[in-house]
């Protein structure tokens, strides 16, 4: 067993003073000094980052969502900072702030405790959901106070916005956590067998019935029940749909007694219900059932700042399920993907880069041809992006390869230094790595065909990062 807990400090290129040495009294130190960040270890108690910059690297915003509750302290010399520079930096999740002194941290510190309802960027994302930007953070915080009750909740939005991941969500939120959650697309089911499957039936009710079956509400018992596209439901079973919100009870087709259920109702559609019930297909008193939490979801091109972490997760979790390594995207790709107007919205998006991903076979790296077949139908695309509100800065990144310059091959009439014209070239492909791989060192050494080793002593030698860090 440790006898300290343990603190990781990524410095991101600032001096420590020595406090990582005053801090050993109470805390197991490691020290990352380069200038781009890296998860902690496991069993790390406390991430502590250097946060002199004006803004968060891009990639610290890449890997905040990854340490869920984690505690991050962040510490910088004396000094002011704007209000934007500290939203900046305070998107990273729930953090705490300090001046870098020889006092150690105090152990036992945990993220501050808010008093609203809001879900940071890393605790959505425990729950399925990239939440970074304004629009998603508005659709969490309904669904965290939705959540905190029994009411119903009726999500909107178009086709492919992530609705049964908001409803997974809300039931993990809820303290029915440990109940079913049955999902139900009522579009998928004839009508004719729609009410039977909703609300069971005894023995006999009908020729196939030859015993009695509960029906999902019943299997939702004390739990959640997730009705995707309910605007497709018939009339009747619409009645009995209102009955069950009314009077929390299901009755069996065939007779027998009314059943009591314990259940929250989650309803999901990408239609317009005000206008079918203007049309007489919905009924007006069940949609106001329904209606008591509405929680609309955004579309892609609403939350075009998020792509790139969208992308992300999704390489990561689809490299994970086809059991391959996984891959990196290349920094040219993002602009593509930011954009692309989107149609099918996340599950495209998801779609596209699963595609990517099989079709590169064992290429490590996903560059722009890959997603060539995005734009083979002639999709226009809206270029150029503007820059995200919620992430400043975010396509640079720690390691930007230098724009195009002429060959240093050609030899002059002076000659030239072929020394220092094999270093620059060195650094130079070991700097594209380190972008590409959004600075992964291990993943930045296997593209050029290195060891690990030999490729932070190389780092060393042309100093693109210091002696200690690169051990």
């Known amino acids: 067993m440790r006898s300290l807990p343990r603190l990781h400090w990524s410095t991101l290129g600032a001096p420590t003073e020595g406090c990582d040495s005053a801090w050993g009294s109470q805390w197991d130190v490691t020290v990352d000094r380069g200038t781009s960040p890296s998860l902690p270890p496991k069993e790390t108690d406390l991430w502590v980052i250097s946060a002199n910059a004006e803004w968060p690297a891009p990639e610290l915003a890449r890997l905040a969502p990854e340490v869920g ?20 930096w305070s998107d990273l999740g729930s953090v705490r702030w300090g001046l870098l002194t ?44 939705a959540a905190a009750t029994r009411a119903t909740v009726l999500l909107l939005g178009e086709s492919g916005t992530g609705k049964e991941v908001v409803a997974r969500a809300i039931h993990r939120l809820s303290a029915e956590e440990d109940g079913p959650f049955v999902p139900v697309h009522c579009g998928a089911i004839p009508e004719n067998l729609l009410e039977s ?26 739990g959640t029940i997730f009705l995707d596209e309910v605007a497709t439901m018939p009339l009747s079973a619409q009645v009995r749909l209102l009955r069950v919100l009314q009077e929390r009870e299901v009755q069996p087709l065939g007779g027998g007694g009314p059943v009591k259920v314990e259940v929250r109702v989650v309803a999901a559609t ?40 969208l992308a992300q997760h999704f390489m990561t979790r689809k490299a994970r399920e086809h059991g391959l390594y996984p891959k990196a995207l290349h920094p040219s790709v ?6 692309l107007p989107w149609p099918g919205n996340v599950r495209q998006l998801e779609n596209a880069i699963e595609r990517a991903i099989v079709l590169s ?9 890959d997603f060539a077949f995005l734009l083979e139908d002639g999709v226009p695309v809206d270029l150029p992006v503007a820059p995200s509100t919620t992430t400043p800065a975010a396509s640079v990144l720690p390691f930007l390869p230098p724009p195009p310059e002429e060959s240093p091959f050609d030899l002059g009439p002076d000659g030239l230094d072929l ?35 030999t490729f932070l002593e190389k780092m060393k030698r042309l100093d693109i990062q210091d002696e200690e860090a690169a051990e």
Do not use: C, W
């Open 334 to 339: 993002d602009p593509l993907l930011m954009a």
């Open 419 to 453: 020394n220092q014209v094999v270093t620059d070239l060195e650094k130079k492909l070991m700097l594209q790595s380190l972008a590409v791989t959004r600075g992964n060192k291990k993943r930045a050494a296997e593209l050029l065909g290195l060891k690990r080793t």
């Open 197 to 222: 499957e909703l609300f069971g039936y005894t023995k006999g009710a009908f020729t196939d019935a030859r015993k009695d079956t509960a029906g999902k509400f019943r299997e939702a018992h004390g």
């Open 270 to 309: 990408n239609a317009d219900l005000k206008a079918l019930v203007a049309e007489g297909r919905f009924r007006q008193d069940l949609f106001y059932r329904l209606e008591v939490v509405p929680i609309t979801l955004p579309p892609m091109r609403a939350r075009r700042e998020e792509i790139p972490f």
């Open 361 to 369: 076979a064992k290429r490590p790296v996903l560059m722009r041809e």
């Open 102 to 145: 020889m006092d150690p941290p105090l152990p036992g510190l945990r993220p501050r405790s808010g008093h609203t309802t809001q879900l940071t960027a890393s605790q959505a994302l425990h729950y399925g959901l990239v939440a970074m930007g304004a629009a998603m953070q508005e659709v969490m915080q309904r669904a965290r106070a």
């Open 69 to 88: 509750a984690l505690p991050i302290l962040l510490v910088r010399k004396e000094g002011s900072l704007s209000a934007k520079s500290l939203a900046a």
